[in-house]
């Protein structure tokens, strides 16, 4: 289950961070297909991080259950939300966000 877990949070970041490396390093070209590659695939690692949220819920403690669910929301979600204010944000190369 961890090991299901850490893979697929490290999937995501990758993915994420792809989208971000290609905006400021690369073509527009990179960065379109990033981008269209992130929103083909965000929603399904959110899906299966949270399956795996859920054994962790029957499978561990209440506090480390509550520890990678205060995980999964205050920095997955959170950071889904600053990529995509980031995304949207004209000045994308010089915004606070990066």
Do not use: P
């Not at 400021?24 to 399904?44: P, R, T």
């Not at 859920?54 to 600053?82: C, G, N, P, V």
Request: proline fraction near 0%; charge should be negative; glycine fraction near 2%.
């Amino acid at each position: 289950m961890l090991e299901n877990l850490a893979k697929q949070l490290w999937e995501f970041e990758n993915l994420a961070l792809t989208v971000s490396y290609y905006k400021l390093n690369a073509s527009d070209e990179k960065y379109q297909n990033a981008l269209q590659e992130y929103d083909a695939k965000a929603l399904g690692y959110f899906s299966n991080i949270r399956i795996e949220l859920s054994k962790a819920h029957r499978l561990t403690s209440a506090d480390t259950y509550q520890m990678l669910y205060d995980f999964y929301r205050d920095w997955l979600i959170e950071m889904d939300a600053i990529l995509s204010k980031a995304i949207n944000d004209n000045n994308f190369r010089d915004s606070s966000l990066w």
